[in-house]
């Protein structure tokens, strides 16, 4: 079984990185990152003025190498924890280009995975990776499982609400 598990460092995709780990043990996982250069952060953010029919232009070799490097050490740190959870796992990283999920699903059909999972939630320092409408997006477009990991957080205050009898459908 080949697994893509989407990985922005937060504390949401290592808790989902260890339950594919405990859900399939031995499988072979690629663990993606997915950066973007200084200029398209300005363009999608909107950021000095950019969003407004203007179009940055910056550019900064060095810093976007620095970005890349991030991301390059974030997809090892996430393969060094997707090995330690028992998965047989080697890391890449894909430029964000457009959109977050169509590079999500592209990398997935070009490494053949049986199962995309994702976490429900991300780190906010680059506005995370892995949004809730970016979930959204991969569940309602992929042509193949997708696994999505509530957060712990999340996970346990589902489980203390069905505990105390209330729904936990729409219970953040």
Excluded: F
Aim: hydrophobic share 50%.
């Amino acid at each position: 079984m080949m697994v893509l598990v989407c990985y922005d460092g937060s504390a949401d995709a290592q808790a989902a990185i260890v339950r594919a780990g405990e859900l399939m043990p031995g499988s072979d996982a690629v663990v993606l990152v997915i950066w973007e250069t200084v200029v398209e952060t300005m363009n999608r953010e909107g950021s000095l003025g950019v969003g407004l029919g203007m179009v940055a232009t910056y550019s900064d070799e060095n810093t976007d190498a620095a970005v890349k490097q991030a991301a390059v050490d974030r997809a090892a740190e996430g393969t060094e924890r997707a090995v330690t959870a028992d998965l047989v796992a080697q890391p890449r990283i894909v430029n964000r280009e457009e959109d977050i999920a169509r590079a999500i699903l592209a990398t997935a059909a070009d490494i053949e995975a049986d199962l995309i999972v994702l976490g429900t939630r991300g780190l906010g320092a680059v506005k995370s990776l892995m949004l809730g409408s970016v979930t959204h997006a991969v569940l309602h477009h992929a042509d193949r499982p997708v696994l999505v990991i509530p957060s712990p957080a999340l996970a346990g205050r589902r489980r203390q609400a069905t505990e105390a009898g209330q729904a936990s459908v729409g219970a953040t």
